[in-house]
């Protein structure tokens, strides 16, 4: 008897060590950059252009461009992926067509993102000849989400309870009606946890934008949907490979905008989550 | 008269719908397609054989070297230790979150993960670089440390949020009444746990490692910025190598449109979407066995 | 006003699940202007009745549905539209189901979807449907507020509101004081009987004495089959069926 209670605090203890060696490090992960970090942000820093080959001024350009890239991307992937999912939620039957675009779901979501950094050059840049533009980036990226927001959209529809569907229906509603006026609305947190969600990933991601919209330096801002952009992850990987001399403030300043940046993404989808989930 | 404008409308926008819900389906046959326009063209130049199984890997010397043997053994090396790595520390982190965890400590370690996932790989890769490599150099006394065990290391941290949350969502799934059962014949938590959840958990503990797995054999920054740029064959866990990965996102940029070399990265490209379409496949019906149970 | 001419005519209407008949090939005719209260233990396909009556068993995705029903000797499955037959026979859940929404949209919801934007229109009918649902002297201060904060029996009242906003011909009630307080139970059962006056009811109650105080024909169900339909009072005090005397005096239910 006593030497199965000690085998259990064993046991125990040797899963919680296997999880702090797990949660330990992400909050020195974070920690490290904010304090490394800290010191280079500044209005300089963040609202200027580049200069003296990225080793002084500002990372400007970079945030903006990352922010066209997530708007443009957006605007794609979420009326897509919202519709998709209201396919699979409201529309579709149990057959084979739903299985096969389930598993194509799946097979987007685990293709690596260099490959699609590929498959957007081959596609976009090449095929249909927008150049490395921001719309060859932000449209590589936007298939790279949609089965995040296809998910999180359908989880969404999902939990809006049945009865009132049929409720809807048996007042004289028709399919769609029912889904506009009545399923939507009620899944709007869900879904919008779902975009939120998805901008902190495009923000972050570089494989997908090397060949496709990512430039090293440009003198001015985008101004056009056909121009390339700067933004961060590729500016981080740069300035860390590429470049030698970049103080060392510089690069976990990078690097701390862009974890804020994508942290903050995620904090505000988690609370819209519990929020949508506590009024229910 | 506005009914039937109603209707037309309706018509229209049902559709629409019925399109987006194909879209997955048409992207990735897109995906496929045109990464075989690109790759297929590189068997003008070396056969299947040669290029999967060619022990060099000099894609710019002429006549170009076409053998990605190499970067697969690279992959599947840091993959590998990733691996060995990560599945075993996952999968007892996540019985720890799902089964030991004070309920208080339970959300916040949840974060911790989920923050985990957020990390974008090229900031943990920047941190790689700037801290990991030297310290192993320092401390395993290398010559340099861009190894495969740093990128080994970096895999691991990543795999381990999905290795977690779906191992967890595996035991929770366990339904209570097992669980009870054992525990009303006289069984620990503990044994519990290591005879009963296990079991039932496992399909679901299982596809977590694949997905883990499929993840992290498809990284590529992270791993491209720590493992160094040998695109030799691997001898030891502790020297540079190449991924598949890496070589796309590394010499993409030199290569001209056209050339073997361009369409060797293609061809790349495809072995790689091939082997996550396999894994991914497996998972699913793996995670799908274990629920239809 | 007694029962007149046929509203609703079934032939031969049955409905499956999978290898489950839950309806063995049903031949009614269903009086304008009467209530007919449908009694029998639970499973014994009344439900399933209902729900084809307006097509709602469509819904069921698993249910195989075979036979006629005709409105007005319209075929409903062919000489209408599902959501305009359903404007035409509504229907009253067992449990109150409001929508998330204040309680004038809920009432307005079906006149809505039907293209009617006037606001005018829509307070007149929002005020009329709460008054023959008796629950207008109670709500009319705060339209506004949400449905969901009523009480369980004036959610219910609030429900036949929003069937009678769009003016059925017809209405299904399916079990609809199963959950009420004997109040609330009172008031559905004095507006069936103020609605049928210019409407037909079809209610399917598992509550012998709410058929006895409201139907005017009585059909009792057992197992997919009409086993007996007739006058209420005759099926209470002297029915023709072993069964149906069994299950009314109580000896099974």
Not at chain 1, 129 to 140: E, N, P, R, W
Request: proline share 5%.
């Amino acid at each position: 008897m006593r030497n199965e209670a000690f085998k259990q605090k064993l046991g125990f203890g040797v899963l919680l060590l296997a999880t702090l060696v797990v949660v330990i490090p992400v909050l020195a992960i974070v920690l490290l950059v904010l304090v490394k970090g800290w010191g280079a942000l500044s209005w300089t820093f963040l609202f200027t252009m580049p200069q003296d080959g990225m080793r002084a001024g500002g990372i400007f350009p970079a945030i903006i461009g990352t922010f066209y890239l997530v708007i443009v991307s957006i605007a794609f992937s979420l009326p897509v992926g919202v519709m998709a999912a209201i396919y699979l939620s409201e529309y579709a039957r149990d057959n084979a067509l739903t299985r096969t675009i389930n598993l194509a779901i799946i097979n987007l979501a685990g293709v690596s993102s260099v490959v699609y950094g590929l498959f957007g050059l081959s596609l976009f840049v090449v095929f249909l000849k927008f150049g490395v533009s921001i719309i060859a980036g932000s449209l590589t990226l936007g298939i790279m989400t949609l089965p995040v927001i296809i998910t999180t959209t359908r989880e969404a529809l999902r939990a809006v309870p049945h009865s009132y569907r049929e409720v809807s229906r048996s007042l004289g509603a028709s399919r769609w009606q029912t889904v506009r006026h009545t399923v939507l609305p009620r899944a709007l947190p869900g879904i919008l946890t779902g975009a939120i969600l998805s901008v902190g990933r495009v923000a972050g991601e570089t494989a997908p934008i090397l060949f496709t919209v990512a430039a090293f330096y440009l003198p001015k801002l985008p101004t056009s949907l056909s121009d390339q952009a700067m933004a961060l992850p590729y500016h981080l990987y740069v300035i860390t490979t590429q470049i030698p001399g970049i103080p060392e403030g510089f690069r976990y300043g990078t690097a701390l905008v862009l974890i804020g940046l994508v942290l903050v993404m995620n904090v505000a989808a988690s609370v819209l989550r519990s929020r949508y989930r506590k009024r229910r | 008269m506005r009914t039937s404008f109603r209707r037309a409308k309706e018509f229209a926008i049902e559709k629409l719908i019925l399109l987006s819900g194909l879209a997955s389906v048409v992207f990735v046959a897109l995906i496929f397609v045109f990464l075989l326009r690109e790759g297929i063209s590189v068997l003008k130049h070396v056969s299947p054989g040669a290029f999967l199984g060619g022990r060099f890997w000099y894609p710019i010397s002429s006549p170009a070297k076409l053998g990605i043997l190499p970067l697969i053994l690279g992959s599947l090396l840091v993959t590998a230790g990733a691996v060995v790595i990560a599945v075993p520390l996952g999968i007892a982190a996540a019985f720890y979150i799902a089964e030991v965890a004070p309920k208080k400590t339970r959300a916040v370690l949840k974060s911790c993960v989920e923050v985990l996932a957020a990390i974008p790989s090229v900031v943990l890769g920047f941190l790689g670089i700037t801290l990991l490599v030297p310290f192993l150099k320092q401390f395993l006394g290398l010559p340099t440390g861009l190894t495969a065990f740093a990128g080994s290391l970096m895999l691991a941290f990543m795999a381990l949020p999905t290795i977690i949350s779906i191992s967890e969502d595996a035991i929770n799934a366990v339904p209570r009444e097992y669980k009870e059962g054992a525990i009303a014949l006289g069984a620990t938590h503990w044994q519990t746990l290591v005879r009963v959840v296990i079991h039932g958990a496992l399909p679901g503990i299982i596809a977590a490692s694949m997905l883990g797995i499929g993840r992290v054999f498809g990284e590529t920054m992270a791993v491209m910025m720590v493992t160094g740029n040998a695109a030799v064959i691997p001898e030891t866990l502790f020297a540079p190598v190449r991924t598949l990965t890496a070589t796309i996102a590394a010499e993409m940029g030199e290569a001209a449109q056209g050339t073997p070399h361009y369409h060797a990265l293609f061809a790349i490209g495809i072995v790689l979407f091939l082997i996550s379409f396999a894994i991914n496949l497996t998972a699913d019906l793996l995670l799908n066995r274990g629920r239809k149970r | 006003m007694t029962a007149g001419r046929t509203k609703i005519s079934v032939r031969g209407l049955s409905v499956a699940y999978g290898r489950i008949q839950a309806l063995k090939g049903l031949s009614v005719d269903i009086l304008e202007n009467e209530i007919l209260t449908i009694i029998g233990p639970s499973n014994s396909g009344k439900t399933s009745f209902l729900r084809c009556l307006n097509r709602m068993i469509d819904l069921d995705l698993q249910a195989r549905v075979k036979g006629s029903v005709t409105l007005d000797e319209i075929d409903i499955r062919r000489g209408v539209s599902p959501e305009d037959l359903r404007k035409r026979v509504g229907m009253i859940f067992a449990m109150p189901i409001p929508l998330p929404l204040s309680i004038r949209d809920n009432v307005a919801y079906g006149p809505r979807m039907s293209g009617l934007r006037d606001k005018a229109a829509l307070g007149r009918i929002v005020e009329e449907s709460l008054r023959a649902a008796y629950l207008w002297d109670e709500v009319k201060d705060r339209l506004g507020h949400p449905a969901l904060k009523l009480s369980g029996g004036q959610q219910q009242r609030l429900c036949i509101a929003r069937t009678l906003a769009l003016d059925p011909e017809v209405i299904l009630f399916d079990e609809p004081t199963s959950g009420l307080d004997p109040i609330s139970t009172a008031k559905v059962e004095e507006a069936a009987l103020e609605l049928r006056k210019t409407r037909t009811i079809v209610l399917v109650t598992n509550n012998t004495k709410q058929a006895a105080r409201v139907g005017t024909r009585t059909a009792f169900f057992l197992m997919g089959d009409m086993v007996e339909l007739g006058p209420t009072e005759t099926i209470f005090t002297a029915p023709r069926d072993q069964r149906t005397e069994d299950y009314v005096v109580g000896r099974f239910g």
